[in-house]
């Protein structure tokens, strides 16, 4: 008698796991914020509107935060170099240039206080565009190197650093530079109000007709008769008193610019309220 293949009993599908409806809305927020970069409110100083695009003027105007960057780098990717900046500050506590803003917070950018401490004495170097500038603190006594012709960024933020000394610029991609040992933007266009600017941020110590226009050098005075063939003749007979510069040798007197000159070191010492 043949044998009776029993049937095999069909098997049932396995039932499926019902997730818990509140980890899938924590899943899905989750997924949500996958590529979604962190956002903070900025403030900046209304000093420093002028360098950023008018959106960002707005009291915690929202700014993109990509978690890598630090807050002193986006600051400066905005416009605002760092030497600009006096402090930074995070739901009211002051950070470094190196945090690493997070979602939600709330950054203010204060600027540099005025007059502008220094860890140093306050001693200048301009770049090629500011030369009339560059005279004009020289003629008021103030330590101005100015380099021209134009030596490159590189090497104007390396003198900056070996020198001790505020690099003045307009170029925002210049002051950027890490190795500077200080620095500022010259926001103005008129040598007059650009000076006025440079003396109201830093407030240096003042001492007109005691260094060279021409190279920085300390003045010594020779009286009339200086030993010096360079001299047109007749130059001793129709000015005053001479002085000589220790570091190029060169002679000033009193030409027919110094009027001008003195009118203007006269107008600075008046405005800063200086007596002489």
Not at 212 to 231: A, K, Y
């Amino acid at each position: 008698m043949p044998r009776q293949v029993g049937t095999i009993p069909s098997q049932r599908p396995a039932s499926r796991c019902h997730a818990d409806p509140v980890e899938e809305q924590v899943d899905k927020r989750a997924e949500s914020q996958v590529g979604r970069r962190a956002q903070i409110g900025l403030s900046l100083a209304p000093e420093l509107h002028g360098l950023v695009a008018a959106r960002h003027r707005e009291r915690h105007a929202p700014v993109a935060a990509d978690g890598a960057a630090t807050l002193g780098q986006l600051v400066e990717s905005l416009g605002v170099p760092l030497t600009e900046v006096g402090a930074l500050l995070v739901d009211g506590r002051p950070v470094p240039a190196s945090h690493l803003p997070a979602d939600g917070e709330r950054v203010t950018v204060q600027g540099v206080s005025r007059p502008q401490p220094l860890p140093g004495p306050a001693r200048f170097l301009l770049d090629v565009h500011l030369g009339t500038l560059a005279r004009r603190l020289r003629l008021l006594g103030v330590d101005t190197a100015y380099e021209n012709p134009d030596i490159g960024d590189a090497a104007l933020a390396a003198r900056s650093a070996a020198d001790r000394r505020v690099l003045l610029s307009r170029d925002r991609g210049l002051l950027r530079r890490r190795e500077l040992w200080a620095g500022a933007i010259v926001h103005r266009r008129r040598p007059a109000e650009q000076l006025a600017e440079v003396l109201a941020r830093f407030a240096p110590p003042l001492a007109p007709w005691t260094r060279c226009v021409f190279c920085n050098g300390p003045l010594r005075t020779t009286g009339q008769e200086p030993q010096c063939r360079q001299l047109p003749d007749g130059t001793v007979r129709r000015h005053g008193a001479f002085a000589r510069c220790d570091d190029c040798g060169m002679y000033c007197f009193h030409g027919a610019h110094h009027e001008r000159e003195r009118a203007m070191v006269d107008e600075v010492l008046r405005t800063l309220g200086v007596h002489r």
